[in-house]
């Protein structure tokens, strides 16, 4: 008997069996199977079309390609720090807790955000090879590296300096928690 293709039945006056019942597709027996492949069933196939009709579109006139997106994020992830940042000053004249709560959050939503950009940023340098310096190409250098590597340290700064701000991100989290403490404890 196929598991996907119950077998018809000879008579319509003929009950079904508790087999058959048991192996039609869609059925709750269906699911509790091991052998059942949840990326061919009913509701993987209609995540497919809404992300193909609904979020694919959207999703594109954000970013057409993956160095403006690269560029978009990191305009994403300045508005929200600058969004937290605002709500935490205004936390002390209304609504305490709620806008330490949100702004705590949106440190966390910076952190999850930069914690992507930096995996994007890996998975874009690893298809480039380093030329005979060591280094690599120029194009990669420009869009990738060197928005990462501008701030407020050079190579000349206190080492130490350059590292936290290198791992800031982990700063946005531990801020976030706390603020997210804090609220939750007023």
Known sequence: MNWFNPPY???RK????WRCTLR???SMFDLLSPNYRWEYSRLAR?????WCHAI??????FSGDDLTFLRKMRGVIQLTLTIAIAMLLLSPFHNTTRLLTISGLLFDIAWALRLFLFEEIDSALSGFTPNEHGDVPSVAMRELIMPEAS???????DHMS???YRKRGVLFLVIGFFLQLIGSIG
């Open 56 to 61: 694919d579109p959207v999703l594109r006139l």
């Open 24 to 26: 039609r597709e869609g």
């Open 14 to 17: 003929q009950a079904p069996s």
């Open 9 to 11: 039945q000879e008579s």
């Open 46 to 50: 209609m995540g497919n079309v809404l």
């Open 151 to 157: 701030g407020p340290h050079d190579a000349d700064s």
């Open 162 to 164: 350059l590292f936290y």
